[in-house]
């Protein structure tokens, strides 16, 4: 029964009419989870009497269930409405994140619910090769441990750190140097037998926020992510911009000193080199003499650590500045700041949203209260780009073609 659902859900997903009510009416519940009648017609275009049809249809033949939200209203407690949503038996999805020395593996089923959540540790520089035959292996055993048939697998979306050309080509500003021109679809599509849907990292991120997170509802704003390195992306009427070479985002590269110090990517004083993750730790183990995590630096500042304090807040004022460049040209009313620093809390969205408001063209006294951009913490700051990269497939988005 599963796999005739499931055969039925994937001749939907990828119809190649995209224009089908039906196929709008999957899409919407794929890529929002449980949403109600009101909600697909508004997301659709279509009637509600047409969208009542349909899902009429798709529950009888049990690719659509209805389930249980909570609703909640100004001063009451929650209670139930009633919302459709995929069956969870129609099909599954992977997300793949190929991060440095780690590849991460999501496996989440249509109608939003993870069902695993693993961390693969690697070599620093694993190739191509390597990383295929970890994935098959690892998704193989994911199935068999959670009994899933891996026909019911729609499709697997891959989170890269770096730029990503349109075509599926990992850029050479990539961390993961060894990815440098490589196709991605050409060589997992083979290995794993299933469509492949790719992304920058960050991009990723931001679809995670947007589908489930911090963004949840806006169509308009920035995702700024401070990690080992610097990234983000720029979302515009509810679509992650990409750019004509996949570097739309890379604020990591912005130019802040042109005698700056040597960056990996070959220029000179780009941003990350001031406030990544990875240079609060180089400068961390020069004061300790030990290697000092991100984590612990964290840590030590939270517990009082006026140098430690410091620290961070010079690089959310870094960041600030840049979001205010950043905010001068997109005039974005949201920013969601995600990554490992992002974790400090206020010890970095403080000096961030001063520094903002100090350096932004359009001053918190120039508008009514309310109209000021807000700075807010992702929800998914250990695994966005991850959760993103299994929106990939249930948004229908990044596929390579």
């Keep these: 029964m599963a796999n005739m659902i499931s055969d039925d859900l994937r001749g939907l997903f990828y119809e190649r009419e995209v224009d089908s009510p039906v196929a709008k009416v999957v899409r919407a519940l794929s890529g929002h989870g449980a949403v109600s009648t009101s909600q697909i017609a508004r997301s659709t275009g279509l009637a509600r009497s047409t969208v009542s049809t349909i899902l009429a249809d798709l529950k009888r033949s049990s690719l659509v269930v209805e389930v249980e939200v909570e609703t909640r209203t100004t001063g009451s407690a929650g209670r139930p409405a009633l919302a459709h949503s995929l069956n969870p038996e129609a099909g599954t999805c992977i997300g793949i994140l190929l991060g440095l020395g780690e590849i991460r593996i999501i496996l989440a089923d249509v109608a939003h619910s993870v069902l695993a959540d693993v961390t693969l540790p690697l070599e620093s520089h694993y190739g191509p090769e390597k ?7 690892a998704i193989d055993n994911l199935y068999k441990e959670h009994s899933l048939p891996y026909s019911g697998l729609l ?3 891959v989170a890269v750190s770096g730029p990503l050309a349109p075509s599926g080509k990992v850029m050479r500003a990539s961390m993961l140097p060894g990815w440098a021109g490589v196709d991605l679809r050409g060589i997992f599509e083979p290995a794993l037998e299933k469509p492949i849907f790719a992304d920058n990292e960050s991009n990723c991120a931001a679809l995670a926020e947007m589908m489930w997170g911090a963004a949840t509802g806006a169509d308009n704003f920035v995702l700024f992510k401070l990690d080992s390195g610097v990234g983000g992306a720029i979302v515009a009427g509810g679509k992650v911009l990409s750019g004509a070479a996949g570097a739309a985002g ?3 590269h912005m130019l802040v000193d042109q005698h700056g110090p040597l960056c990996r990517c070959g220029n000179r004083g780009c941003l990350e080199l ?3 993750a990875t240079t609060l730790e180089a400068e961390a183990r020069r004061l300790l003499g030990r290697p000092a995590p991100v984590a612990d630096i964290i840590d030590m500042a939270s ?3 006026v ?3 410091r620290l961070i807040a010079d690089a959310g ?4 500045r840049a979001l205010a460049v950043i905010g001068s040209v997109v005039n974005a009313p949201l920013f969601v700041i995600s990554g490992a620093l992002a974790t400090a809390g206020d010890l970095l969205l403080s000096p961030l949203r001063m ?5 932004a063209l359009i001053k918190r006294t120039d508008l009514a209260q309310g109209e000021f951009p807000s700075f807010v913490p992702g929800r998914f700051l250990s695994n966005d780009n991850c959760m993103g990269a299994v929106g990939l497939v249930l948004r229908h988005s990044g596929r390579l073609t």
Excluded: W
């Design 131 to 137: 990383a295929t035959r970890v994935l098959r292996h």
């Design 155 to 157: 499709g697997v979306g």
């Design 250 to 252: 890379e604020f990591g």
């Design 274 to 276: 001031y406030c990544s």
């Design 303 to 305: 517990r009082g650590d």
């Design 307 to 309: 140098g430690f304090q």
């Design 317 to 320: 004022d870094v960041a600030g």
């Design 355 to 359: 520094s903002y408001e100090k350096h």
